[in-house]
T-cell receptor, first 112, second 113 residues
Framework: KAGVTQTPRYLIKTRGQQVTLSCSPI?????VSWYQQTPGQGLQFLFE???????NKGNFPGRFSGRQFSNSRSEMNVSTLELGDSALYLC???????????FGSGTRLTVV | GEDVEQSLFLSVREGDSSVINCTYT??????LYWYKQEPGAGLQLLTY?????DMKQDQRLTVLLNKKDKHLSLRIADTQTGDSAIYFC?????????????FGQGTELSVKP
């Protein structure tokens, strides 16, 4: 059974650019959540999608957005990148929004 | 409020037991989780416990939950050098925030041979 797949693994962008990250959940999982991990702030919740609808959103500016497709794959987008957006972005999927969230390996974004 | 606290470091000898502790604030939490993160990797789900349980055992891992004190612990028996990693405690967000996990800062476990 394939795990959660995140692409790309590494990304370098320039300030002001935008970026799109992709997450393919485990087959059959309908809930996809996104987290930002930084040394200073730790793991912070970005948003959650379930059946193509955003169900929860964390305390991030509107530059951070996401969506989920009918096959449960999800993308997150960050516009007008800032140096502080440099982080490991992790995606997690779950069958029923509760038991056992499985995480992907993450996308490491560096903004220069 | 939402807050999960962990001690930052733990050092043990190979073969000893490790106990990583965590406190949380939301008494309505239904699920509590332990994740492991190795350098450069994502989070690996180790185990989780439902809030109506006191204990859960899975091979070398034992989770104890004290709901009254809002205290969760993870015991690793016969700790190996391969267990060296950062361990995160997390609680499931309440009510309509069910898809959100609230993480502690992580405990860095160092296992010395």
């Amino acid at each position: 059974k394939a795990g959660v797949t995140q692409t790309p693994r590494y990304l370098i962008k320039t300030r002001g650019q935008q970026v799109t990250l992709s997450c393919s959940p485990i087959s059959g999982h309908r809930s996809v959540s996104w987290y930002q991990q930084t040394p200073g702030q730790g793991l912070q919740f970005l948003f959650e999608y379930f059946s193509e609808t955003q169900r929860n959103k964390g305390n991030f500016p509107g530059r951070f957005s996401g969506r989920q497709f009918s096959n449960s794959r999800s993308e997150m987008n960050v516009s007008t990148l800032e140096l502080g957006d440099s982080a490991l972005y992790l995606c997690a999927s779950s069958l029923n929004r509760g038991e056992g969230y499985t995480f992907g390996s993450g996308t490491r974004l560096t903004v220069v | 409020g939402e807050d999960v606290e962990q001690s930052l470091f733990l050092s043990v000898r190979e073969g000893d037991s490790s106990v990583i502790n965590c406190t949380y604030t939301d008494s309505s939490s239904t699920y509590l989780y332990w994740y492991k993160q190795e350098p450069g990797a994502g989070l690996q789900l180790l185990t989780y416990i439902f809030s109506n349980m006191d204990m859960k055992q899975d091979q070398r891992l034992t989770v104890l939950l004290n709901k009254k004190d809002k205290h969760l612990s993870l015991r690793i028996a016969d700790t190996q050098t391969g267990d060296s990693a950062i361990y995160f405690c997390a609680e499931k967000g309440p009510g309509n925030q069910g898809g959100k996990l609230i993480f502690g800062q992580g405990t860095e476990l160092s296992v010395k041979p």
